[in-house]
């Protein structure tokens, strides 16, 4: 990792990949990644860490099912929200969006459970596979 400072609008101009999020530093045992999204993600959860979201450009619809029912939250520019453990949830972004996540390393974009991975998707690490 560098120890000096990224500018993260270079960072997301070196890659055009969606829902294929890169590690750009780490934080104790916590990997801060950036990604490109657009369109839906899929249904999955994260059993044993909550996932943390910053919308730097965009906006990102997380939908989420609690014990309450379902439900989806918007998130515009600028706004964090974090899915807490255990909660099945789908990001999807309509007109794209570009976030910043905070999750433990080694944690798998489509969660410990999800429904089918799409054949775009690396179903071993989660990372959408180039064209």
Do not use: C, Q
């Not at 270079?10 to 969606?18: C, E, M, N, R, V």
């Not at 453990?85 to 996540?101: C, D, F, N, Q, V």
């Amino acid at each position: 990792m560098s120890h000096e400072p990224i500018l993260l609008g270079d960072a997301l101009a070196s890659f055009d990949t969606l829902w294929s999020p890169r590690i750009v530093t780490r934080v104790n045992d916590y990997d801060v990644r950036i990604a490109k999204v657009e369109g839906e993600h899929i249904w999955h959860v994260h059993d044993d860490t909550d996932e943390f979201f910053l919308v730097l450009d965009g906006e990102l619809h997380i939908s989420l099912r609690e014990t309450e029912g379902e439900r989806s939250v918007v998130l515009p520019r600028g706004a964090v929200f974090t899915v807490p453990r255990g909660t099945e949830h789908k990001p999807y972004a309509p007109s794209g969006a570009a976030i910043l996540m905070f999750e433990p390393t080694g944690t798998l974009t489509v969660g410990d459970r999800h429904d089918e991975v799409p054949d775009h998707v690396d179903s071993t690490t989660g990372h959408a596979l180039n064209p």
